[in-house]
């Protein structure tokens, strides 16, 4: 009769066979050449859900086991490394549940937000990590820590062009509209000059002496610029 086994669904409870009679059925009625079957049933279980090597580079199982508990986490490193593009080497405290392919972001431990660098494993071996970095910024830094990232995305369309700054040419310039969707320079007035609106000219604007009594006031000006 072939043995029988609940793992690995559950833990096997074997029946104690009799002490002093081992041809005795044990209480669950099972014969003493069962009770050999069932172990051995249990054994090849154990051995089915572990598989070959299941220790793999550890020293046991349970090693290993302790080494994937962490996760992604706490995976760190003392490396001192400027963020670069290319392939960098990180020699990690663990390996935890990074493998090659993995993408990641290494960051500073003390300022994740402008030293990092982001890539994707290339190659583990021991605790030697090695991170193909496509994105980085920062400097130098030895306080590294791993977390899991995924790769980068299509870059986007690009969006619609401002004014640019090579517009202005010299302090004062004024930037105005010409027309639908259309800017010119305006070139700094003569000091003590008001800015005044004339439709006869390009911008639609000039400056003007001001006329006596009084002149355009600066919120004038804001609000002629649309302001």
Known sequence: MAGASVYPGALDNFAEASPTNLGDNDSTG??????????EAA?????????LNPSGDFATVRARLDDLDEGFGNTSSTTTLTPASGS???????????VVGSFVVVSSLADPVNIYMRGQISDITGLDITVLVSVFDGAEASD?????????????????????????DAKGDLVAGTADDTAARLAVGTTGYVLTADSAEATGLKWAAAAAGGGAGLQDVFFLMGA
């Open 43 to 51: 054994v090849e279980a154990v051995q089915g859900e572990l598989g």
């Open 88 to 98: 960098k080497v990180f020699t990690v405290d663990l390996i935890g549940s990074y």
């Open 144 to 168: 590294w820590v791993f977390a899991l990232s995924g790769p980068t995305g299509a870059t986007g369309p690009a969006g619609t062009d401002g004014i640019p700054e090579t517009l202005i």
């Open 30 to 39: 099972r014969t003493h050449s069962e009770r050999h079957d069932d172990v």
